[in-house]
């Protein structure tokens, strides 16, 4: 609770860990007395949050296109292989790889705009660059075949759920808030393009003079006939887990989630679960980090609601990080 309840000394701050090879340092202090003013110091201790175990590898990839850091858990045996995808606002980011592979996944973080030399803001994200990413994972000697997993998170989402209709060896997809038609970037593979969704920016709801809820700006892929903008998850050989918090006030998570299992099930296809959290937005990030309910919206850089209560945030955390090893664990 002292973790998962910390608060900003700034507004809107968000608790990030740039350098996965140092740990998390809290000065943890007891002070006599409650209120403003503390008493005196009783006791004092330093704890430590580490990101890598004693074992794991951290290897830079610079291999063709693809610009990434894997991880690698312990020990010289083949391990499940991971594709982890952040959301908008690009770079690279390793925590999440990181903590997956002390539980035994081969996890590669994968950059795919503003970072080094790939684009900066592209006009379109080609499903290929994604393409030799599974290659580089298959032909790994300690990545066990045949196909890997896919963690995306927003944007990342949905970028793994089109990897999933279009591309071979995807044999599981756990999706974080992620759309399930394509958003804000168009998503290409060979002479095929999803277009995006219409933003209405004026359809932002004023919380006060500084903070924005964007929850209803985007067409919905459903109701659109012949809607172009949906992913074809019916191509897709791979099983799906859909994680969406109820709170989420960026992407209508739940509902996109609920709907395109409808899709599927019409078809006849079972490979789909939803896991649903009350209390939670938009971030869902693994346990005991503290809750980012207001932020920068990933589109527009205004103040935007991002959703989620403490308590059920830090629940849902808990519980999606077992779901996840357990989903990774049964299918790859």
Same mark, same amino acid.
């Given at each position: 609770?002292? &973790?998962? $309840?910390?608060?900003?000394?700034?507004?809107?701050?968000? &608790? +990030? /860990?740039?350098?996965?090879?140092?740990?998390?340092?809290?000065?943890? !202090?007891?002070?006599?007395?409650?209120?403003?003013?503390?008493?005196?110091?009783?006791?004092?201790?330093?704890? !430590?949050?580490?990101?890598?175990?004693?074992?794991?590898?951290?290897?830079?990839?610079?291999?063709?296109?693809?610009?990434? #850091?894997?991880?690698?858990?312990?020990?010289?045996?083949?391990?499940?292989?991971?594709?982890?995808?952040?959301?908008?606002?690009?770079?690279?980011?390793?925590?999440?790889?990181?903590?997956?592979? =002390?539980?035994?996944?081969?996890?590669?973080?994968?950059?795919?705009?503003?970072?080094?030399?790939?684009?900066? /803001?592209? @006009?379109?994200?080609? &499903?290929?660059?994604?393409? !030799? $990413?599974?290659?580089?994972?298959?032909?790994?000697?300690?990545? @066990?075949?045949?196909? +890997?997993? %896919?963690?995306?998170?927003?944007?990342?989402?949905?970028?793994?759920?089109?990897?999933?209709?279009?591309?071979?060896?995807?044999?599981?997809? $756990?999706?974080?808030?992620?759309?399930?038609?394509?958003?804000?970037?168009?998503?290409?593979?060979?002479? @095929?393009?999803?277009?995006?969704? #219409?933003?209405?920016?004026? /359809?932002? /709801?004023?919380? =006060?003079?500084?903070?924005?809820?964007?929850?209803?700006?985007?067409?919905?892929?459903?109701?659109?006939?012949? =809607?172009?903008?949906?992913?074809?998850?019916?191509?897709?050989?791979?099983?799906?887990?859909?994680?969406?918090?109820?709170?989420?006030?960026?992407?209508?998570? !739940?509902?996109?989630?609920?709907?395109?299992?409808?899709? &599927?099930?019409?078809?006849?296809?079972?490979?789909?679960?939803?896991?649903?959290?009350?209390?939670?937005?938009?971030?869902?990030?693994?346990?005991?980090?503290?809750?980012?309910?207001?932020?920068?919206?990933?589109?527009?850089?205004?103040?935007?609601? %991002?959703?989620?209560?403490?308590?059920?945030?830090?629940?849902?955390?808990?519980?999606?990080?077992?779901?996840?090893?357990?989903?990774? @664990?049964?299918?790859?």
């Amino acid at each position: 609770g002292l &973790l998962w $309840a910390l608060q900003p000394q700034k507004p809107f701050w968000r &608790l +990030v /860990k740039r350098d996965v090879l140092s740990p998390f340092l809290l000065q943890l !202090e007891v002070f006599e007395g409650h209120g403003e003013r503390p008493g005196r110091l009783l006791a004092q201790a330093q704890h !430590e949050r580490a990101f890598l175990r004693d074992g794991v590898r951290r290897v830079p990839v610079r291999e063709g296109r693809i610009r990434a #850091t894997l991880f690698l858990p312990p020990g010289e045996d083949t391990f499940p292989g991971i594709i982890d995808l952040h959301g908008l606002g690009g770079g690279l980011f390793e925590p999440r790889a990181s903590l997956l592979a =002390n539980h035994g996944f081969a996890t590669l973080a994968l950059a795919y705009y503003q970072f080094e030399d790939l684009p900066q /803001k592209p @006009k379109e994200l080609h &499903l290929e660059y994604f393409e !030799e $990413a599974v290659n580089y994972m298959l032909q790994h000697p300690q990545v @066990k075949g045949p196909g +890997v997993g %896919l963690l995306g998170f927003s944007k990342g989402g949905e970028v793994s759920l089109a990897m999933a209709a279009f591309l071979k060896n995807i044999m599981a997809v $756990a999706s974080l808030n992620g759309p399930v038609a394509a958003t804000s970037i168009p998503l290409c593979y060979k002479d @095929k393009t999803i277009p995006t969704l #219409t933003f209405y920016e004026q /359809k932002a /709801k004023a919380i =006060n003079s500084k903070i924005l809820d964007y929850s209803d700006i985007v067409d919905d892929p459903f109701r659109a006939p012949g =809607n172009q903008s949906l992913i074809p998850l019916e191509k897709a050989e791979a099983q799906f887990l859909f994680i969406v918090g109820q709170d989420d006030h960026i992407v209508k998570s !739940e509902y996109h989630a609920t709907e395109v299992c409808k899709l &599927l099930q019409a078809q006849g296809k079972e490979n789909f679960q939803i896991l649903s959290y009350p209390g939670t937005g938009h971030c869902i990030d693994p346990p005991f980090f503290p809750l980012y309910p207001i932020g920068s919206h990933p589109v527009y850089h205004k103040w935007a609601v %991002l959703g989620g209560e403490l308590r059920a945030y830090s629940k849902a955390q808990v519980h999606a990080w077992s779901q996840i090893q357990a989903f990774f @664990k049964k299918y790859l």
